[in-house]
């Protein structure tokens, strides 16, 4: 007989997870909401072509694909064969997958907004919770499956919209507890600039790869990849020395203008770092250059939060604009930009901060003793009337030792135990103890709404 296991990196939630995550996504969606963001879903899987090929080469490997129905009919078996050469190969084949996985919610975003372009009101400010998957190595932090929480503005090329973005951030972070977050802002335009300078557009990506693991493996390591990947000593000269810009952010704009801004992709870039930092109001900006997120899509700003410095745990979130993201469908022209929150990654920082209220453990507030069969069929009836009213209570499923009962209700964390024997039925009062501290007090029936919701 099989050992029930699960696959590895994704995980079963209790209820007292369930909670915590719901304190999460409950506390992001009610900021979306305020800032007049409407809800979408999009299903689990995508055509394969949809997907592949718009998160760069290190993404592209990381998606989960899709196995045909009907591979190992024996009809099917040579093309079967063909397919799974090609994928060897790194290539696609619709003979083997034609689905996949989604990575992300951005890329299904992009796709249902070309398909549904000409009903849709612009701007269109949406946002989206929903699990995608990844084919990564799971780590601290980093799973298979995973929940996003995205917001996105499209039909707006107006600097505005990141302006906001980075004060959700902010207003979320700071009604999470995480006042020490750090919210990092960029520009691909700039980066763009930068390859430019290293001999031509053609090396952006080679460029953002390598500067995108840079926390990861360090500056030599990055270096010895840029060689690799063919640019020169003195091409990786260049990029050493915009990886080293320090000082605050006006220190680094001033920098970053005399190595980049006689070059007007880079000026322009310049430019719209400068007006968000400058609008952002109370929001902790913090300007990075060596901030790349190695997404294809991306073409301005580009922005990534991080957990404490105390919490080794790195990106939270992150996102950025893409001008022309529906035109990968044959619907050009639409501009857009988006964030996307870390649920995973949030909740195991605020589970190491214990960051999370006490009032998210609770479920059951009161729960009904089982003091015999009439005595029971009675607290039902009044349990009902509790329920009616909002009131979260259960009643204990059979009769039995008091200290079992009360074992129960503490394994649960519930709040109240409810004692209602046929002296009280008859006196119309029932005996309420709190479990935490061990009082206990006489409460008459028709109280018991008015003190549970004290």
Same mark, same amino acid.
């Given at each position: 007989?099989?050992?029930?296991?699960?696959?590895?990196?994704?995980?079963?939630?209790?209820?007292?997870?369930?909670?915590?995550?719901?304190?999460?996504?409950?506390?992001?969606?009610?900021?979306?909401?305020?800032?007049?963001?409407?809800?979408?879903?999009?299903?689990?899987?995508?055509?394969?072509?949809?997907?592949?090929?718009?998160?760069?080469?290190?993404?592209?490997?990381?998606?989960?694909?899709?196995?045909?129905?009907?591979?190992?009919?024996?009809?099917?078996?040579?093309?079967?064969?063909?397919?799974?050469?090609?994928?060897?190969?790194?290539?696609?084949?619709?003979?083997?997958?034609?689905?996949?996985?989604?990575?992300?919610?951005?890329?299904?975003?992009?796709?249902?907004?070309?398909?549904?372009?000409?009903?849709?009101?612009?701007?269109?400010?949406?946002?989206?919770?929903?699990?995608?998957?990844?084919?990564?190595?799971?780590?601290?932090?980093?799973?298979?499956?995973?929940?996003?929480?995205?917001?996105?503005?499209?039909?707006?090329?107006?600097?505005?919209?990141?302006?906001?973005?980075?004060?959700?951030?902010?207003?979320?972070?700071?009604?999470?507890?995480?006042?020490?977050?750090?919210?990092?802002?960029?520009?691909?335009? *700039?980066?763009?600039? +930068?390859?430019?300078?290293?001999?031509?557009?053609? @090396? /952006?990506?080679? &460029? %953002?790869?390598? =500067?995108?693991?840079?926390?990861?493996?360090?500056?030599?390591?990055?270096?010895?990849?840029?060689?690799?990947?063919?640019?020169?000593?003195?091409?990786?000269?260049? *990029?050493?020395?915009? +990886?080293?810009?320090?000082?605050?952010?006006?220190? @680094? /704009?001033?920098? &970053? %203008?005399?190595? =980049?801004?006689?070059?007007?992709?880079?000026?322009?870039?310049?430019?719209?770092?400068?007006?968000?930092?400058?609008?952002?109001?109370?929001?902790?900006?913090?300007?990075?250059?060596?901030?790349?997120?190695?997404?294809?899509?991306?073409?301005?700003?580009?922005?990534?939060? %991080?957990?404490?410095?105390?919490?080794?745990?790195?990106?939270?979130?992150?996102?950025?604009?893409?001008?022309?993201?529906?035109?990968?469908?044959?619907?050009?022209?639409?501009?857009?930009?988006?964030?996307?929150?870390?649920?995973?990654?949030?909740?195991?920082?605020?589970?190491?901060?214990?960051?999370?209220?006490?009032?998210?453990?609770?479920?059951?507030?009161?729960?009904?003793?089982?003091?015999?069969?009439?005595?029971?069929?009675?607290?039902?009836?009044?349990?009902?009337?509790?329920?009616?009213?909002?009131?979260?209570?259960?009643?204990?499923?059979?009769?039995?030792?008091?200290?079992?009962?009360?074992?129960?209700?503490?394994?649960?964390?519930?709040?109240?135990?409810?004692?209602?024997?046929?002296?009280?039925?008859?006196?119309?009062?029932?005996?309420?103890?709190?479990?935490?501290?061990?009082?206990?007090?006489?409460?008459?029936?028709?109280?018991?709404?008015?003190?549970?919701?004290?």
């Amino acid at each position: 007989m099989a050992k029930p296991s699960i696959p590895q990196g994704t995980r079963d939630f209790t209820a007292d997870t369930v909670r915590k995550r719901n304190y999460i996504l409950t506390t992001i969606k009610n900021i979306f909401e305020i800032y007049g963001f409407e809800p979408l879903e999009t299903p689990a899987m995508e055509n394969l072509d949809t997907l592949m090929g718009k998160y760069g080469e290190e993404g592209d490997k990381l998606i989960f694909k899709i196995l045909n129905n009907g591979i190992s009919d024996p009809k099917n078996i040579e093309k079967s064969k063909e397919g799974f050469t090609k994928i060897l190969e790194g290539k696609s084949s619709s003979d083997l997958t034609e689905r996949a996985l989604k990575y992300d919610l951005t890329i299904p975003f992009a796709r249902h907004v070309a398909m549904n372009h000409g009903r849709l009101t612009f701007p269109y400010r949406r946002y989206q919770v929903q699990p995608v998957w990844r084919a990564d190595r799971p780590q601290k932090g980093r799973y298979r499956e995973f929940t996003q929480c995205d917001a996105d503005v499209v039909g707006s090329t107006a600097l505005i919209n990141e302006v906001e973005l980075c004060n959700i951030y902010n207003e979320v972070f700071n009604k999470l507890g995480l006042w020490d977050y750090e919210l990092k802002i960029n520009s691909r335009k *700039i980066l763009t600039a +930068l390859a430019t300078l290293c001999g031509g557009a053609s @090396k /952006l990506t080679d &460029i %953002t790869v390598a =500067i995108d693991k840079l926390n990861k493996i360090g500056l030599e390591k990055v270096k010895e990849e840029l060689l690799q990947r063919g640019l020169s000593e003195k091409q990786i000269a260049i *990029i050493e020395k915009y +990886l080293l810009i320090t000082g605050n952010n006006e220190e @680094k /704009l001033e920098q &970053i %203008t005399a190595l =980049i801004g006689h070059i007007e992709t880079g000026k322009k870039g310049i430019e719209e770092i400068a007006f968000v930092y400058k609008q952002a109001g109370n929001v902790h900006l913090q300007i990075d250059f060596t901030l790349a997120r190695g997404l294809n899509y991306y073409t301005g700003i580009i922005l990534e939060a %991080t957990a404490p410095p105390e919490v080794k745990m790195g990106s939270i979130g992150g996102g950025g604009r893409y001008d022309d993201l529906t035109g990968l469908f044959d619907v050009p022209g639409i501009a857009g930009v988006g964030i996307s929150f870390g649920v995973d990654r949030i909740y195991d920082v605020l589970e190491e901060l214990q960051l999370f209220p006490a009032e998210v453990h609770t479920g059951t507030k009161a729960i009904f003793f089982n003091m015999g069969e009439t005595e029971s069929l009675f607290a039902f009836t009044i349990m009902q009337q509790l329920r009616s009213k909002g009131i979260s209570c259960e009643l204990y499923h059979e009769f039995t030792k008091i200290s079992k009962q009360f074992s129960y209700a503490e394994k649960k964390k519930i709040q109240y135990a409810v004692i209602i024997g046929s002296k009280e039925i008859e006196q119309k009062y029932c005996l309420v103890k709190h479990l935490s501290t061990g009082l206990q007090e006489v409460v008459i029936f028709d109280q018991l709404f008015s003190y549970f919701n004290k």
